[in-house]
């Protein structure tokens, strides 16, 4: 049975009323954040409730949680909670060609983990937790078709019964993903900056399925990539036993898998350990049940127009999985605003979401550009000795100096560090390595010099 923190605040504020446009992940998670806060808050969801219907197909049924989600979820009272159903991964477990595996830790030092958690469940109990809050008021159903802006005025439409609903608010908040209806409003505007990536690779979901002994078929508490270079398939435990696997590759790698026959031969060529932990028959009918889906990457900026329309999670920065920090940045968006929030008592919300825009965005892109910098890494750096030698540098360097030296990986889902100090730490760190070199590289020269004097003037 699911348990729920018992202190709520009973002050509500009469304003401003608060319509947070978006329910899924990181839109009910700001409701909660702003329902303690008191706020009116009006969730405003286009999908059927999630706790009775199935996911969508093609999202990925399991994310991974890291310490920038948790502490958004601690804010609410939720963390234990989520973390009672997740699954820690302690690391990644490396799949080669001949089906052997290695264990590259993600952190040697603090023995720190990410956390393997269901999209459904994590739904379910931040929806739950805002049901007991009386001041916070769940609408699915929803479409928003038209926004006013400077009105703050909205239109949704029941897709089911085509009825139409007017709302007027005092604030509007766009958590309705990387498309956003929200942000469509918002492009045409001057001083608004917009791009819009989709990479040339793309995803497909499969399943490897308990053992007969309703088992693991693998080691669970790990995160297990096959990297092949130009693509690879990772492996995400679930509660049930089971593992949601994604495979991630060029379409025109996909592209050309027309038939079983070439499905197998591809998967015995690349990933032959993994067709009996799969099953032939259950590869070839999940290979082929659903297309590839794209990956996109969103970057826009300021988050905010005429101090009350505001855009968080995949609507204000939406980006490729590869760093797991997508629901964790989103999560972080809460965090940030409600400390802003919290800072200044006196502050009114719309102060708040225009300091939140402009603190926010330099460190969204950062990890947008993280995140594309990591599926390079998790599909071919794993596999050469230069990556393997550096990281057994940063976790040496990490052990004998912890408050110093810090590996980009621990920064970025181990720390609250902002995304570009990441970066600039990281950045930092080579250029502390390339010096040592340089320096190492002199000391050795000048000691060869010396020895070559010596034997010339004394043989």
């Known amino acids: 049975m699911q348990q729920y923190p018992e202190t709520f605040t009973n002050n509500i504020r009469e304003n401003p009323d608060v319509s947070i446009v978006g329910g899924g992940l990181v839109g009910s998670l700001l409701a909660l954040h702003l ?8 969730l405003y969801e286009f999908r059927d409730d999630v706790r009775t219907t199935e996911l969508i197909g093609g999202r990925s ?27 820690p991964m302690r690391g990644r477990m490396i799949h080669d060609l001949n089906g052997k595996r290695r264990i590259v830790p993600y952190d040697k030092t603090k023995n720190q983990c990410i956390y393997s958690v269901g999209r459904k469940y994590l739904n379910e109990v931040l929806l739950n937790a805002s049901e007991r809050y009386p001041n916070i008021h769940l609408n699915f159903n929803h479409k928003l078709m038209d926004m006013r802006v400077e009105e703050t005025q909205m239109t949704f439409k029941n897709p089911k019964t085509d009825e139409v609903k007017e709302v007027a608010t005092d604030m509007i908040i766009g958590c309705d993903g990387a498309f956003s209806a929200v942000r469509r409003h918002m492009i045409s505007r001057p001083g608004f900056d917009f791009s819009q990536t989709y990479i040339e690779h793309g995803y497909l979901e499969l399943c490897i399925p308990p053992t007969a002994s309703g088992d693991f078929a693998m080691p669970h508490n790990f995160l297990h990539i096959w990297p092949r270079g130009k693509f690879m398939m990772i492996a995400l435990p ?22 079983p026959k070439d499905l197998l031969d591809f998967f015995g060529t690349h990933f032959a350990d993994s067709i009996q932990l799969i099953g032939k028959e259950r590869l070839i009918k ?24 505001l855009l968080m999670g995949d609507a204000a920065h939406a980006m490729v999985p590869f760093y797991g920090q997508g629901m964790n940045a989103g999560f972080e968006d809460c965090s940030i605003l409600s400390e802003i929030l919290d800072r200044s008592p006196n502050m009114d919300f719309y102060s708040a979401i225009r300091e939140f825009s402009a603190k926010r965005w330099e460190d969204a892109f950062a990890i947008c550009d993280l995140a594309m910098y990591n599926y390079v890494e998790m599909r071919d750096l794993v596999n050469r000795r230069s990556y393997l030698w550096r990281k057994k540098l940063d976790d040496f360097l990490f052990w004998f100096m912890p408050n110093t030296w810090m590996p980009l990986y621990n920064t970025v889902s181990f720390s609250h560090m902002p995304y570009r100090k990441c970066i600039e730490n990281r950045e930092w760190q080579n250029r502390v390595l390339n010096w040592s070199m340089v320096s190492l590289a002199g000391a050795g020269l000048a000691a060869v010099a010396s020895g070559v004097a010596k034997a010339v003037w004394y043989p």
């Open 35 to 42: 329902g303690k806060k008191g706020y009116q808050v009006h």
């Open 286 to 309: 999940d290979f082929f049940k659903i297309k590839p889906q794209t990956l996109v990457m969103i970057k826009c900026r300021p988050y905010h127009i005429s101090n009350n329309v």
């Open 238 to 259: 679930n509660q049930d036993k089971s593992w949601t696997v994604t495979l991630f590759m060029p379409f025109e790698n996909f592209d050309m898998l027309q038939t």
């Open 61 to 87: 049924i399991n994310l991974a949680l890291s310490v920038r989600g948790r502490k958004a979820l601690a804010a609410v009272g939720l963390e234990d909670v989520i973390l009672k159903h997740a699954i």
